[in-house]
């Protein structure tokens, strides 16, 4: 099953980007045998201003035909790491080809494409920097992987 992050804004060279390349290379390795992965990024920029709108249908673009959408919002469900583990295999295990994972801009996700999703996703009632979340995700996928691996990363 292909993993896509889909997100709004371009990360330039710098510590985030050095951890989502780590954070993903990790993944790439231990899913690989799991049927999880390859991960692939998507980055999409609204450069005329359209706000959420714009942005949504940017990144509707970058979603592969008959993916499972995940979004990330704040207002979304809290899984954790094992639950998430669970969700990415259960969706494998039945079928499931792509699962894309959606990050917005600044201001968040339009509400309509919000509501197209499979499942929201939060990372807590705290509101995270676009950019830090690809960095969070990043580090869950690979932490699931490594769950569904029996690999000793996790230790809950």
């Known amino acids: 099953m292909r993993l896509h992050i889909c997100a709004v804004g371009r990360l330039r060279a710098g510590p985030e980007r050095t951890l989502i390349d780590d954070y993903l290379t990790r993944c ?19 450069k005329k201003g359209g706000g959420m709108a714009a942005e949504a249908a940017l990144l509707q673009r970058t979603l592969p035909g ?3 959408l995940v979004v990330l919002d704040e207002r979304g469900k809290t899984l954790s790491s094992p639950r ?24 968040g996700l ?19 920097p676009h950019m830090l979340v690809r ?22």
């Open 84 to 107: 998430l583990a669970e969700t990415l295999a259960d969706w494998r295990d039945t079928g499931t080809q792509d699962v894309a994972f959606a990050i917005g801009g600044a201001d």
């Open 135 to 156: 960095v969070m995700l990043a580090e869950q996928l690979y932490r699931a992987a490594s769950i569904l691996a029996g690999n000793p990363y996790h230790r809950a």
């Open 110 to 128: 339009d509400a309509e494409f919000r509501g197209d999703a499979d499942l929201a996703l939060s990372f807590g009632a705290m509101v995270w």
């Open 66 to 68: 008959g993916a499972r």
């Open 28 to 46: 790439n390795r231990t899913g690989r045998a799991l049927g999880l992965g390859p991960v692939s990024e998507h980055e999409v920029e609204d």
